[in-house]
């Protein structure tokens, strides 16, 4: 099995700034791709940024400019800093890997960590 590991998420007040990260271990032959989504009370769960093999990374329109998401690949870890930090960033934040785990199978599976919180608040 894939296990996921995430730590960073805190209370924090407008304007500030957090660093999430995320470590994946266990039975993994490649990492095809790792990312951050979030899900606020009451909303569906989002894409906050992802970064594929090869660094090219996506963000979403309210991540742009404040956020970053970068990888270790030799330690299989991502990490996502966060910048000028707003009130609507509120959620709890939830590390993606999509992951082959043998050689000869071709398919990459989903593996989802058990979410941080994240807290922005005077």
């Known amino acids: 099995q894939v296990q996921l590991v995430e730590s960073g998420g805190d209370l924090v007040q407008p304007g500030g700034s957090l660093r999430l990260s995320c470590a994946a271990s266990?039975?993994?032959?490649?990492?095809?791709?790792m990312g951050w989504y979030r899900q606020a009370p009451g909303k569906e769960r989002e894409l906050v940024a992802s970064i594929v093999t090869g660094g090219r990374t996506e963000y979403a329109d309210s991540a742009k400019g404040r956020f970053t998401i970068s990888r270790d690949n030799g330690e299989n870890t991502v990490y996502l800093q966060m910048n000028s930090l707003k009130p609507e960033d509120t959620a709890v934040y939830y590390c993606?890997?999509?992951?082959?785990?043998?050689?000869?199978?071709?398919?990459?599976?989903?593996?989802w960590g058990l979410g941080t919180q994240v807290t922005v608040s005077s």
């Open positions: 993606n890997v999509k992951a082959r785990r043998f050689s000869y199978d071709g398919r990459s599976y989903d593996y």
């Open positions: 266990g039975r993994i032959f490649s990492i095809n791709a």
